[in-house]
T-cell receptor, first 115, second 115 residues
């Protein structure tokens, strides 16, 4: 069964510093991959998704992620953290074939941005 | 911007009681989902629903759970006899189409506490 692992349940960065949130997937075929963000008291919002069109995916709020098949990774990055980026980030995977449309999520990474 | 809404935001119930969690998906969406997140654990898929039928369900979604679209706007999750282990955040999601690359839009969640 496919799965994702998010390394680090909590990441803390300074404002202006690089943000790197890690996600590794386990799937027998290259899957479709998603990053969602959850701000306090809000729903999960899609940041970006990989659908095999391009390995480097740009999303909202300056975030991007690179699909690396050799490393089975889809890490999320942002060059310069802003205070408003503080939130919980979820990586999710979905099979690229068949009729299975459910998302399988990682445990989430809480991002703290320090002034 | 259209959004998925959920009510109530927090529900407290006694073990053995029935609860109904309500969701209003985005108006032109046809596919509906419930996920849940037990505190400290991953977001888990429960069920997907289309055309008044369950499309997929997980092992978690046993006979105690049911879903319904009682009218043209609401999508509900019913738990017949709640257990302590049903305490979790429940997320509703909807999508316009049902493909491997479509975006599922999530509501803010209902926190269910079973005492």
């Amino acid at each position: 069964a496919q799965s994702v692992t998010q390394l680090g349940s909590h990441v803390s960065v300074s404002e202006g510093a690089l943000v790197l949130l890690r996600c590794n997937y386990s799937s027998s075929v290259p899957p479709y991959l998603f990053w969602y963000v959850q701000y306090p008291n809000q729903g999960l919002q899609l940041l970006l998704k990989y659908t095999s069109a391009a390995t480097l995916v740009k999303g909202i709020n300056g975030f991007e992620a690179e699909f690396k098949k050799s490393e089975t990774s889809f890490h999320l990055t942002k060059p310069s953290a802003h205070m408003s980026d503080a939130a919980e980030y979820f990586c999710a995977v979905r099979d690229s074939g068949g009729s299975n449309y459910k998302l399988t999520f990682g445990k989430g990474t809480l991002l703290t941005v320090n002034p | 911007e259209p959004e998925v809404t959920q009510t109530p935001s927090h529900q407290v119930t006694q073990m053995g009681q029935e609860v109904i969690l309500r969701c209003v998906p985005i108006s032109n969406h046809l596919y509906f989902y419930w996920y849940r997140q037990i505190l400290g654990q991953k977001v888990e898929f429960l069920v997907s629903f289309y055309n008044n039928e369950i499309s997929e369900k997980s092992e978690i979604f046993d006979d105690q759970f049911s879903v319904e679209r009682p009218d043209g706007s609401n999508f509900t999750l019913k738990i017949r006899s709640t257990k302590l282990e049903d305490s979790a955040m429940y997320f509703c999601a909807s999508s316009a189409v049902r493909t491997s690359t479509d975006t599922q839009y999530f509501g803010p969640g209902t926190r269910l506490t079973v005492l």
